[in-house]
């Protein structure tokens, strides 16, 4: 059984340009959570997905946007890069969201440098 | 979500008990402790959760006091695998209307180096 997959694995970019990231959750996960991880500082929650649509938000610009498809992976955009941006994105998957004990499974992320 | 206080680092002995402490003073009736790691270079790994009763699997042991106000995981035999960033943090299930429980509040960490 395959585990929460990320891609690519690494990313540079420059500044001003837009980027995409992908996920996979893990099978039988249908909610996905995006962080970023600045280098030194533990993982910020971006938002996450549910049956496609956004359910939570945390303190991050409108340039973060996210997509999740009917196959529940999802796709974060970044659009007009700032070099702050450089950082490691997870991804996390969780069961339904009916569930009392869901934990988070995390991906290993994509590593992503702005220039 | 309640504010965690952990210490930044800690050392401990290959085949010891590692005891990672986490203060918790504000937590919430219904809201949980939990306990991640970060391995370096990888995803953060949920180890184990817990309300007000002690809590173990095959991973680690969770003790909440009685007040809740703090907790401990311990790691009861360290390996150098063990090494790595451990993470306490509390979080409410559900909030009325709201699906609260999916964001994780993520602090600093304790970074745990275990020595051969």
């Known amino acids: 059984d395959a585990g929460v997959t990320q891609s690519p694995t690494h990313l540079i970019k420059t500044r001003g340009q837009q980027v995409t990231l992908r996920c996979s959750p893990k099978s039988g996960h249908d909610t996905v959570s995006w962080y970023q991880q600045a280098l030194g500082q533990g993982p910020q929650f971006i938002f996450q997905?549910?049956?496609?649509?956004?359910?939570q938000r945390g303190n991050f610009p409108d340039r973060f946007s996210g997509h999740q498809f009917p196959n529940y992976s999802s796709e974060l955009n970044v659009n007009a890069l700032l070099l702050g941006d450089s950082a490691l994105y997870l991804c996390?998957?969780?069961?339904?969201?009916?569930?009392?004990?869901?934990?988070?499974?995390f991906g290993p992320g994509t590593r992503l440098t702005v220039l | 979500d309640a504010k965690t206080t952990q210490p930044t680092s800690m050392d401990c002995a290959e085949g010891r008990a590692a005891n990672l402490p986490c203060n918790h003073s504000t937590i919430s009736g219904n809201e949980y402790v939990y306990w991640y790691r970060q391995i370096h270079s990888q995803g953060p790994q949920y180890i184990i959760h817990?309300?007000?009763n002690n809590e173990t699997n095959e991973m680690a042991s969770l003790i909440i006091t009685e007040d809740r106000k703090s907790s401990t995981l311990i790691l009861p035999h360290a390996t150098l695998r063990d090494t790595a960033v451990y993470y306490c943090i509390v979080r409410a299930l559900l909030l009325p209307g709201g699906t609260s429980y999916g964001k994780l509040t993520f602090g600093q960490g304790t970074i745990l180096t275990v020595h051969p």
């Open positions: 996390a998957s969780s069961p339904l969201q009916g569930s009392s004990y869901n934990e988070q499974f």
């Open positions: 997905y549910y049956e496609e649509e956004e359910r």
């Open positions: 817990g309300l007000k």
